[in-house]
């Protein structure tokens, strides 16, 4: 299957060169020797104007299985990051990356790196991932938004 999975991953990086979101980035990383390695990529999701999370560059490792795209990629925001849906391991939690909910093969790198953009700002109260960001971000939303001013301030504009 890594055959398909190779070809559809070449598909989806000429497509994202193409046309991609603005502030967004994803690009498959090199290997050791210098070969691409359309399996993992390295991307940036911005937080959206208008929103507590505007301003911020946030780094995010999409990880593709060898069964891509029967199977959907793993996301992971950097390890201890703040948000109600995403692990302390860093791994969002998202129905589109879930192969039991929304995952269909054909979801694009776009599509994703546009849901997980949305899911910050917009987080899914029935799908907890972390307690202690759902916990403030139910019950006590200044002190959710205090930290989310944090998060942000950890990720600035690439220079």
């Known amino acids: 299957m890594s055959d398909v999975a190779a070809r559809r991953l070449a598909e989806e990086r000429k497509n994202w060169r193409k046309d991609h979101p603005p502030g967004f980035f994803a690009r498959p990383e090199r290997a050791a020797d210098g ?23 946030i780094p995010l490792a999409m990880e593709f299985p060898r069964e891509y795209p029967a199977k959907p990629m793993k996301c992971k925001f950097p390890k201890g990051f703040y948000h109600p849906n995403v692990y302390p391991s860093g791994t969002v939690c998202l129905s589109i990356l879930n192969e039991d909910e929304g995952w269909r093969p054909s979801v694009s790198v776009k599509q994703v790196a546009l849901g997980i953009q949305e899911l910050l700002h917009t987080p899914n ?11 403030a971000y139910t ?8 930290r989310v001013r944090e998060e942000v301030a950890k990720y600035p504009p690439p220079s």
């Open 35 to 57: 070969t691409v390695d359309l399996f993992r990529w390295k991307c940036v999701v911005p937080g959206a104007k208008d929103t507590a999370w505007a301003g911020a560059f």
């Open 125 to 135: 109260e029935k799908s907890p991932a972390q307690s202690e960001a759902y916990v």
């Open 139 to 146: 019950t006590d939303r200044a002190s959710y938004d205090r």
